[in-house]
T-cell receptor, first 109, second 114 residues
Framework: SQQGEEDPQALSIQEGENATMNCSYK?????LQWYRQNSGRGLVHLIL?????REKHSGRLRVTLDTSKKSSSLLITASRAADTASYFC?????????FGTGTSLTVIP | DAGVIQSPRHEVTEMGQEVTLRCKPI?????LFWYRQTMMRGLELLIY????????DSGMPEDRFSAKMPNASFSTLKIQPSEPRDSAVYFC????????????FGSGTRLTVV
């Protein structure tokens, strides 16, 4: 399976702190994406990083990719209460994406 | 664009009844995916279509599940007969070939089979 595994399963931080989530996967990939899911809602695409990229930024988000270790990390800087959600990594080969089990992030105001 | 539209948002049905979930993808998107999400199994890909043709249905759990895409703007996922273990949130997602923005997900249908 190419399914990613996020770590930790749950994370609780104070508002203003940084949050780091990790994703490990099993086989070679073309792209890796991160999604956010608010409670009771669908997933929202956050950022895509290609296999030949090592780091990518989007606003307060920073994603790294280490293909030699088959791992990625998502850093959310200066967290806000509104960042409270579950975060999933998704790996692809071809046209299908395989989602991990997610990290549940709680940002305490 | 209104995004990916799923209906109904919530469905409660009795065991043995037929359930039909509906999805309208984003106009111009040529891929459509059906996912199921549960606490125990996470997000599972059930089936996906390309240009209305089913490409991979290996994730469909049983013959009780079927999916169709009669045209580019509509897809259905049917469960007949439904069972309590089918209770989950079912998501539809679409994307466009070559697009680097990933999938666009609908808001999901929460199915409860009693």
């Amino acid at each position: 399976s190419q399914q990613g595994e996020e770590d930790p399963q749950a994370l609780s931080i104070q508002e203003g702190e940084n949050a780091t989530m990790n994703c490990s996967y099993k086989t070679s990939i073309n792209n890796l994406q991160w999604y956010r899911q608010n409670s009771g809602r669908g997933l929202v695409h956050l950022i895509l990083i290609r296999s030949n990229e090592r780091e990518k930024h989007s606003g307060r988000l920073r994603v790294t990719l280490d293909t030699s270790k088959k791992s990625s990390s998502l850093l959310i800087t200066a967290s806000r209460a509104a960042d409270t959600a579950s975060y999933f990594c998704a790996t692809d080969k071809g046209n299908q994406f395989y989602f991990g089990t997610g990290t549940s992030l709680t940002v305490i105001p | 664009d209104a995004g990916v539209i799923q209906s109904p948002r919530h469905e409660v049905t009795e065991m043995g009844q037929e359930v039909t979930l509906r999805c309208k993808p984003i106009s111009g998107h040529d891929y459509l995916f059906w996912y199921r999400q549960t606490m125990m199994r996470g997000l599972e890909l059930l089936i996906y279509f390309n240009n209305n043709v089913p490409i991979d249905d290996s994730g469909m759990p049983e013959d009780r599940f079927s999916a169709k895409m009669p045209n580019a703007s509509f897809s259905t996922l049917k469960i007949q007969p439904s069972e309590p273990r089918d209770s989950a949130v079912y998501f539809c997602a679409s994307r466009k070939t070559g697009q680097s923005a990933g999938y666009t997900f609908g808001s999901g249908t929460r199915l409860t089979v009693v």
